[in-house]
T-cell receptor
């Protein structure tokens, strides 16, 4: 069975600090997809990134970066020089081929001014 | 731009009432989903649909039903609302294969059952 673990329930950092959100997944499939979503206080989940299991390249998008490591079954998300607007709940998610997406329980991130 | 619209942001109903939550998407997406979000439990899938008039049970379908008569609209129905169905309900849509495409979410409906 597929499973997603976000061990950090809640994190607080001071603005401009870097912060990493951990995501560990379990799957028996060789083909699978990983996602990150952001849920700001307004409530709407916003898609951030998708990665398939055959693409282990790390990705950078502005202050956001993702580190995908199949050896440790992790897909961690780092925010560099955090800003107050980054405060949100972040969800990691996994899907296997021909199956629905399973979400982790989320990490609530507080960026303190 | 992608748009998923849920009919209400906040809704208060009484135990035993039949409750309808409506979701409309304007992206011509094949797939639509209903989740509930509870503190400490994350998002849990209630039902999804990959085509008009098609529906599939998710992880927690008990106490719920759905209707997809038109491609753009996916309704969640609480046949006889109970207090344990007080929650945030999120609708989403996606195109292509259910598993590998990102989902686009509505703003959510915060439902309280008294």
């Amino acid at each position: 069975a597929q499973k997603v673990t976000q061990a950090q329930t809640e994190i607080s950092v001071v603005e401009k600090e870097d912060v990493t959100l951990d995501c560990v997944y379990e799957t028996r499939d060789t083909t699978y997809y990983l996602f990150w979503y952001k849920q700001p206080p307004s409530g709407e989940l916003v898609f951030l990134i998708r990665r398939n299991s055959f693409d282990e390249q790390n990705e950078i998008s502005g202050r956001y970066s993702w580190n995908f490591q199949k050896s440790t079954s992790s897909f961690n998300f780092t925010i560099t020089a955090s800003q107050v607007v980054d405060s949100a709940v972040y969800f990691c998610a996994l899907s296997e081929a021909d199956d629905k997406i399973i979400f982790g329980k989320g990490t609530r991130l507080h960026i303190l001014p | 731009d992608v748009k998923v619209t849920q009919s209400s942001r906040y809704l208060v109903k009484r135990t035993g009432e039949k409750v309808f939550l409506e979701c409309v998407q304007d992206m011509d997406h094949e797939n639509m989903f209903w989740y509930r979000q509870d503190p400490g439990l994350g998002l849990r899938l209630i039902y999804f649909s990959y085509d008009v008039k098609m529906k599939e049970k998710g992880d927690i379908p008990e106490g719920y039903s759905v209707s997809r008569e038109k491609k753009e609209r996916f309704s969640l129905i609480l046949e006889s609302a109970s207090t344990n169905q007080t929650s945030m309900y999120l609708c989403a849509s996606s195109t292509g294969t259910v598993s590998n495409q990102p989902q686009h979410f509505g703003d959510g409906t915060r439902l309280s059952i008294l």
